[in-house]
């Protein structure tokens, strides 16, 4: 391990270089910051590589240009109707108060937002307003603007990067308090870095089967999320003194259909349930082949909360041969 890490402490440790950590690197390396940025991967990005990188956002430039009337307060609304109440209204409000000052930001730096954008989308919930945004290139845009950034700051020595090194510990004096981090590179060799503060940004455990048993109480049906999605910070937070809450607010979405073999699972298709681009010649049942949900349900939120309250999260999409022969497919790019 490189002796220039130990050379003083640092102002700023940031776990891992994907979403949240990118954008914190580069914001306190700007503010006059020494910044370490530790990324377990061989490369920067994180899901990013992987994701569709969809951003909301209210009050931005991009709707003014476009004569959409939006503000925050609205979105907090609306989020709050969304969540069904459930949403931390303390978290929200801050993300959903500096989400458009953070758009506007990638924006100027190039963000190349999809023509149609702003829209409402119908993947999720829909807004009342359109407020979606996303790149021509989905996730690797939303990278390609956070990138930039951080190797700005890295070129004239406020960050520096660490890839291919896992976090494995967090330092704490006697009173319990944050120090520094434990690190260990890819040969395994292992070394402690102080730093004033730690930032855990290292991502969910999507790829994590027994976390994602322990934490959200189902099973890992899909093997689709990035691999280093281990959930590392978790578990470094816990036992550092710290806790998780907001299991109770778990929600899957509405399925895919999944290779055989055992779980987690590929993806072998992707099912069209969305009944405003096509209207549903099937019936969906339950492991007892009882219908749960009304297949026409406009509402996204409302199927998969039915989906929520059946026996292992599943179902089954039945069809006969004449819906298998004129309906539109209902696999997204399949053919008969």
Excluded at 12 to 30: N, R
Aim: aromatic share 10%; hydrophobic share 40%.
């Amino acid at each position: 391990m490189s002796s220039n890490l130990q050379s003083g402490q640092w102002d700023m440790i940031v776990v891992g270089a994907g979403t949240t950590g990118l954008p914190a690197a580069t914001f306190a390396a700007k503010r006059g910051g020494r910044v370490l940025l530790v990324e377990a991967a061989g490369k920067i990005g994180g899901t990013l590589h992987l994701s569709s990188g969809q951003v909301s956002a209210a009050g931005t430039r991009l709707q003014a240009e476009k004569g959409i009337e939006d503000s925050p307060e609205q979105h907090l609304e609306e989020a709050i109707r969304i969540s069904r109440g459930t949403i931390d209204p303390v978290l929200a409000r801050l993300s959903i108060f500096n989400a458009a000052e953070a758009f506007d930001w990638m924006m100027e730096l190039g963000f190349d937002v999809q023509d149609q954008c702003p829209s409402i989308e119908s993947v999720h919930e829909r807004y009342k307003v359109p407020r979606y945004y996303w790149g021509n290139n989905f996730g690797r845009s939303v990278l390609d603007v956070l990138e930039q950034a951080t190797r700005e700051q890295e070129a004239v020595g406020r960050i520096k990067v660490l890839t291919g090194t896992r976090v494995i510990g967090l330092l704490q004096n006697r009173q319990g308090v944050v120090t520094g981090v434990e690190i260990a590179d890819g040969e395994g060799r292992e070394s402690s870095v102080e730093g004033k503060n730690v930032v855990l940004a290292s991502g969910g455990y999507a790829a994590n089967p027994a976390m994602f048993r322990r934490l959200c109480g189902y099973r890992l049906y899909v093997n689709g999320s990035y691999e280093f999605a281990q959930g590392d910070g978790y578990d470094l937070a816990v036992a550092a003194g710290g806790y998780l809450r907001g299991r109770e607010n778990y929600l899957s979405n509405f399925g895919w259909l999944l290779e055989d073999g055992p779980y987690p699972k590929a993806i072998l298709g992707r099912l069209n349930t969305f009944p405003e681009s096509r209207p549903p010649w099937e019936i969906y049942v339950n492991m007892h082949g009882q219908r749960f949900v009304r297949e026409d349900e406009p509402s996204i939120d409302a199927r998969e909360h039915a989906l929520l309250e059946q026996p292992d999260l599943r179902y089954w999409v039945v069809f006969d041969d004449r819906i298998f022969r004129k309906a539109p497919p209902i696999v997204y790019d399949w053919s008969r």
